[in-house]
T-cell receptor, first 108, second 116 residues
Framework: GQNIDQPTEMTATEGAIVQINCTYQ??????LFWYQQHAGEAPTFLSY????GLEEKGRFSSFLSRSKGYSYLLLKELQMKDSASYLC?????????FGAGTTVTVRA | DGGITQSPKYLFRKEGQNVTLSCEQN?????MYWYRQDPGQGLRLIYY???????QKGDIAEGYSVSREKKESFPLTVTSAQKNPTAFYLC???????????????FGPGTRLTVL
């Protein structure tokens, strides 16, 4: 089975950096996904990590350590539009198991 | 444009009535999924289908039914047996990786169901 943990809420100031951690326990590892979900909308894909290390995509980066069962999503130069919930998810055969999500609030 | 559509966006139902939520995709994905999301909670899997004419129960299938007669379509029926049907329902689709596990899932815009 899957056990995925992430913080419930985080608050940061516009222009700052925020790091959202995700720990997981899986019976077999096949990568880790990060999604962004604005309130009332569908999740949208942000990143997929299958190898250890940091992958950068503009202001967003995602890191994975398979030996530690740990990932983080790094949001740089925060903007008001980054206020959303961020979900980490791991494949479980034909399914995705999602964490409960971290709600990030960006203040002016 | 390829994508996933869900209709309607908002749906109101009286207690005791069945209701069907539509999900259509033109991404040529083999797999489709239905999730339920409650306020402040993560996504919970209701049903999924790996291929046409086949589907499997997810973690919270009781009170729901699905069909997969076409690759593009995966409708979800919320029956009167579902005790707490008011929620945000999301449909998703994906292909498979070479390792045989789900690839990136892409979501439709969702249907918000309210039982009156």
């Amino acid at each position: 089975g899957q056990n995925i943990d992430q913080p419930t809420e985080m608050t940061a100031t516009e222009g700052a950096i925020v790091q959202i951690n995700c720990t997981y326990q899986t019976s077999g590892f096949n990568g880790l996904f990060w999604y962004q979900q604005h309130a009332g909308e569908a999740p949208t894909f942000l990143s997929y990590n299958v190898l250890d290390g940091l992958e950068e995509k503009g202001r967003f980066s995602s890191f994975l350590s398979r030996s530690k069962g740990y990932s983080y999503l790094l949001l740089k130069e925060l903007q008001m539009k980054d206020s959303a919930s961020y979900l980490c998810a791991v494949p479980n055969d034909y399914k995705l198991s999602f964490g409960a999500g971290t709600t990030v609030t960006v203040r002016a | 444009d390829g994508g996933i559509t869900q209709s309607p966006k908002y749906l109101f139902r009286k207690e005791g009535q069945n209701v069907t939520l539509s999900c259509e995709q033109n991404l040529n994905h083999d797999a489709m999924y239905w999730y339920r999301q409650d306020p402040g909670q993560g996504l919970r899997l209701i049903y999924y289908s790996q291929i046409v004419n086949d589907f499997q129960k997810g973690d919270i299938a009781e009170g729901y039914s699905v069909s997969r007669e076409k690759k593009e379509s995966f409708p979800l029926t919320v029956t009167s047996a579902q005790k707490n049907p008011t929620a945000f329902y999301l449909c998703a689709s994906s292909s498979w990786t070479s390792g045989g596990v789900t690839d990136t899932q892409y979501f439709g815009p969702g249907t918000r169901l309210t039982v009156l």
